[in-house]
């Protein structure tokens, strides 16, 4: 069963008997599979042509716009099917938790070892990112050494930059492995913080590395 005929770039889903196909939803920043939820061809059809996240809710039996009572609305950056087109991949912005329980993402409970949450390594900086962007607007320069921080100017997060990079370079200079991990993290705090300061997105850094990939750079 397809969405329909003629140019509409839903044409090629191909949904199941009962009119539905699954619907993965990705943070398009993070990586953080945020998701699992169902569409109809008209759920489908919204979420292209409005950027933002509607589903088909089976125990309703009717459309949804996720967000519309709580917020937590999706903005979406891009839509593809997998290899069969039998099932989408939404990447999306959230504008606050995935999930109806507050948590960031729906896939919470653990059956075996730790997946995605907040220990997945892929969203270590998108959420210091979110973090420190957080400090910056609220925070109060007493209380907050991000606050303080860029309070401060961009001489002196410039400073703290090259003082954390000359000291992963000594750790690496003696072969001192632990201490390397740990300045490093230091530098990416001072770095992420630097970026905060010139409006700049992680984002923004890993398009360019996209980019350099794609051999445009």
Not at 77 to 84: E, G, I, K, R
């Amino acid at each position: 069963m397809s969405a329909g005929t003629g140019g509409d770039p839903a044409d090629r889903v191909r949904f199941g008997d009962d009119g539905l196909v699954p619907a993965i939803v990705q943070d398009a920043e993070t990586g953080r599979v945020l998701t699992l939820a169902w569409m109809n061809a008209e759920a489908l059809g919204r979420t292209l042509e409005r950027g933002e996240t509607w589903f088909w809710s089976r125990s309703r039996g009717a459309l949804w716009h996720k967000g519309e009572t709580s917020g937590n609305t999706q903005a979406v950056t891009a839509v593809a099917t997998d290899c069969d087109d039998d099932a989408v991949l939404v990447a999306v912005r959230p504008a606050g938790p995935a999930c109806h329980t507050g948590a960031v993402a729906c896939f919470h409970t653990p059956l075996q070892g730790e997946v995605g949450g907040d220990a997945a390594p892929f969203s270590a900086l998108p959420d210091l990112e979110a973090v420190i962007r957080q400090r910056a607007a609220d925070a109060d320069p007493a209380s907050s050494y991000t606050a303080a921080l860029i309070a401060k100017g961009i001489d002196t997060m410039c400073k703290k930059v090259g003082e954390e990079a000359t000291e992963v370079a000594i750790a690496a200079k003696g072969g001192e492995r632990d201490q390397v991990i740990y300045e490093s993290a230091d530098l990416l705090y001072h770095l992420v913080v630097l970026w905060q300061s010139l409006d700049v997105r992680l984002a923004d850094v890993a398009e360019e590395l996209a980019s350099r990939r794609r051999g445009e750079g």
